[in-house]
């Protein structure tokens, strides 16, 4: 599970960023919706 190993996570979608978040201030929806929709969270950097 990325969310117990590491600080910080980013996304990237079809060879884009969506973005980079601190894995402790969002959810795995909100990681999920990264991955699958190239949703930004508004705390994602």
């Known amino acids: 599970n990325v969310m117990k190993l590491c ?7 079809n ?5 980079t978040v ?3 201030k969002v ?6 919706g990264m991955i ?3 949703k930004k969270p508004a705390l994602a950097a």
């Not at 600080?7 to 979608?13: E, G, Q, T």
């Open 7 to 13: 600080d910080r996570a980013s996304v990237m979608k």
């Open 15 to 19: 060879g884009q960023l969506v973005g």
């Open 22 to 24: 601190d894995v402790d």
């Open 27 to 32: 959810t795995d929806e909100d990681i999920l």
């Open 36 to 38: 699958i929709l190239g």
